[in-house]
């Protein structure tokens, strides 16, 4: 079945650092790929999306890109700050399903 | 409403007692899923409606759980005779379902079930 993998956390990092937190995920076909994120206290809210290969979502400025080749979606930002601090959870869509199949979600923290 | 709500916030049970939890769409949203979160992993998906119509329930995990959406609207989620393993955040999501565009899913802040 469907499925996505994320790496371990929890991460930490200082201010302005660079950030990469892996995702791979496992599908048929062409899926859609999201990144979420959960602020504390907050509920999940989407952070950017890509729907086909090479496709690159880019929000706040956080980027992902949609590698079919190695069936990955790593998030990357260049700059973290405190604000960031989260949880990050990766997850798919499967072509012509509603559901969304997520990642078991890594904790960031970002310290001053 | 502006989003997603539910309610309650927190539910506190007693293992064997049955319990629902309430969720309130964003107006005017077609489509309304409910997922469960355990402590530390990612949302599963447990069933999906399309106005009233309940078109996927492939993730209920037991026939202990029972979802409705009799008008279309407001849904609830019923578990009857609640496990330990039952506890876990219940979110809900809804999206517009509108033909030709991406339809993103709103969640709600969840209901946190603690089965004693």
């Known amino acids: 079945g469907d499925s996505v993998t994320q790496m371990e956390g929890p991460v930490t990092l200082s201010e302005e650092a660079f950030l990469t937190i892996n995702c791979t995920y496992t599908?048929?076909?062409?899926?859609?790929l999201f990144w979420y994120v959960q602020y504390p206290g907050e509920g999940l809210q989407l952070l950017l999306k890509?729907?086909?290969?090479?496709d690159k979502g880019s929000n706040k400025g956080f980027e992902a890109t949609y590698r079919k080749e190695t069936t990955s979606f790593h998030l990357e930002k260049g700059s973290v700050q405190v604000s960031d601090s989260a949880v990050y959870f990766c997850?798919?869509?499967?072509?012509?399903?509603?559901?969304?199949?997520f990642g078991q979600g890594t904790r960031l923290t970002i310290n001053p | 409403g502006a989003g997603v709500s539910q309610s309650p916030r927190y539910k506190v049970a007693k293992r064997g007692q049955d319990v629902a939890l309430r969720c309130d769409p964003i107006?005017?949203?077609?489509?309304l899923f409910w997922y469960q979160q355990a402590l530390g992993q990612g949302p599963e998906f447990l069933t999906y409606f399309q106005n009233e119509a309940q078109l996927d329930k492939s993730g209920l995990p037991s026939d202990r759980f029972f979802a409705e959406r009799p008008e279309g609207s407001v849904s609830t989620l019923k578990i009857q005779r609640t496990q330990q393993e039952d506890s876990a955040v219940y979110l809900c999501?809804?999206?517009?379902?509108?033909?030709?565009?991406?339809?993103?899913?709103?969640f709600g802040p969840g209901t946190r079930l603690t089965v004693l």
């Open positions: 599908a048929t076909g062409y899926p859609s």
């Open positions: 999501a809804s999206s517009l379902d509108e033909t030709g565009t991406y339809n993103e899913q709103f």
């Open positions: 107006s005017g949203h077609v489509s």
């Open positions: 997850a798919l869509r499967r072509q012509g399903a509603q559901k969304l199949v």
């Open positions: 890509a729907t086909k290969a090479d």
